[in-house]
């Protein structure tokens, strides 16, 4: 749909009541299943979580007020979670790029364990016995 036709739609649909709105949203449903040349582009988790709900109250033949300030509840919810995530994926980024430059860039891998020299010169036999309690060992 090019810009000029849908920005005078948009002009339109905004003078209509939301009863009559949801009547366009359906139309708008019934053509795009009939004439669609492509998929709608795909909304993420929160969007169609929503539009779920939103369809379950219309059905129930809820008021379209009602719906109205549900669905403006829930987009304001999914906003805080949507900036609660983004603010978790910089910090997660920080703490990935800090820890690179502290290591110069490098991974770091545990080093191998190194025998101390009282294992060495133990006076007991112990340090020797590879399984504790099992038919190797002498008491």
Do not use: C, W
């Not at 110069?104 to 399984?131: C, Y």
């Amino acid at each position: 749909m090019n810009e000029h036709l849908r920005d005078r739609i948009l002009r339109k649909l905004e003078t209509l009541p939301d009863e009559r709105g949801y009547q366009v949203l359906d139309f708008v449903e019934f053509l795009e299943s009939r004439y669609a040349e492509r998929q709608a582009p795909g909304a993420n988790a929160f969007t169609r979580f929503t539009e779920a709900i939103e369809d379950k109250l219309r059905a129930g033949k809820v008021s379209a007020s009602a719906i109205a300030e549900t669905v403006g509840f829930m987009n304001r919810a999914a906003g805080v979670l949507n900036s609660a995530l983004e603010s978790g994926k910089s910090m997660a980024n920080e703490i990935v790029s800090t820890a690179r430059n502290a290591t110069g860039g490098a991974t770091s891998q545990p080093a191998p364990p190194q025998k101390t020299s009282s294992q060495d010169s133990a006076s007991s036999p112990a340090h020797e016995v590879q399984d504790p309690g099992g038919p190797g060992e002498k008491l």
